[in-house]
């Protein structure tokens, strides 16, 4: 996979969901039918798109008593550690957004080696993070409660 440093040279949300794309192994669908959904995708209501660095984040709110939960998942193209700074600030940001819940699926370990990062911090902090493995799979599952105390602190 093709990494483009952040602090060297930022792309655009486009340029990095395009990478992140061309990036990923084999898929069922052609990579082309992949970016249209994706296109069509970022335009649902209740969509919040952010990029930070390299990594651009889409997140789907619920309705009613689950609008402070959001499901989610990230495309980066950004450097092993800049991705974690990324996701730190990430959720800091759907902590001042009042989000309390936030779910994703992943494959690969990039994604897992930083979930475990972020779990190491959370649990010095009042955030829990579940990680979970698929049956029969290669696929995560990561339940995170946010608490109040900002992950940011102390990066």
Same mark, same amino acid.
């Given at each position: /996979?093709? /990494?483009?440093? +952040?602090?060297?040279?930022?792309? $655009?949300?486009?340029e990095? =969901?395009?990478?992140?794309?061309?990036? /990923?192994?084999? /898929?069922? &669908?052609?990579?082309?039918?992949?970016?249209? +959904?994706l296109?069509?995708?970022? %335009?649902?209501?209740? $969509?919040?798109? =952010?990029?930070?660095?390299? $990594?651009?984040? =889409? #997140?789907?709110?619920?309705?009613?008593?689950?609008?402070?939960?959001? =499901? #989610?998942?990230?495309?980066?193209?950004?450097? #092993?550690?800049?991705?974690?700074?990324?996701?730190?600030?990430?959720? %800091?940001y759907?902590?001042?957004q009042?989000i309390?819940? &936030? $779910?994703?699926?992943?494959? #690969?370990?990039?994604?897992?080696?930083?979930?475990?990062?972020?779990?190491?911090?959370?649990?010095?902090?009042?955030?829990?993070?579940?990680?979970?493995?698929?049956?029969? +799979?290669?696929?995560?599952?990561v339940?995170?409660?946010?608490?109040?105390?900002?992950?940011?602190?102390?990066?």
């Amino acid at each position: /996979m093709q /990494m483009v440093n +952040s602090k060297e040279k930022l792309l $655009t949300g486009p340029e990095i =969901v395009a990478q992140s794309v061309y990036n /990923m192994p084999d /898929m069922k &669908y052609s990579k082309e039918v992949i970016l249209g +959904s994706l296109a069509s995708e970022f %335009t649902l209501p209740n $969509t919040d798109l =952010v990029q930070i660095g390299n $990594t651009v984040f =889409v #997140g789907h709110t619920g309705k009613g008593k689950s609008k402070k939960k959001m =499901v #989610g998942r990230a495309f980066n193209v950004d450097t #092993g550690r800049n991705f974690i700074i990324n996701g730190f600030k990430y959720f %800091t940001y759907l902590q001042k957004q009042g989000i309390t819940h &936030y $779910t994703t699926q992943f494959t #690969g370990p990039v994604f897992l080696n930083g979930f475990k990062l972020f779990k190491r911090r959370a649990d010095q902090q009042d955030t829990q993070i579940a990680i979970g493995k698929m049956r029969n +799979s290669d696929e995560y599952v990561v339940y995170m409660k946010l608490g109040k105390e900002p992950l940011m602190r102390g990066l």
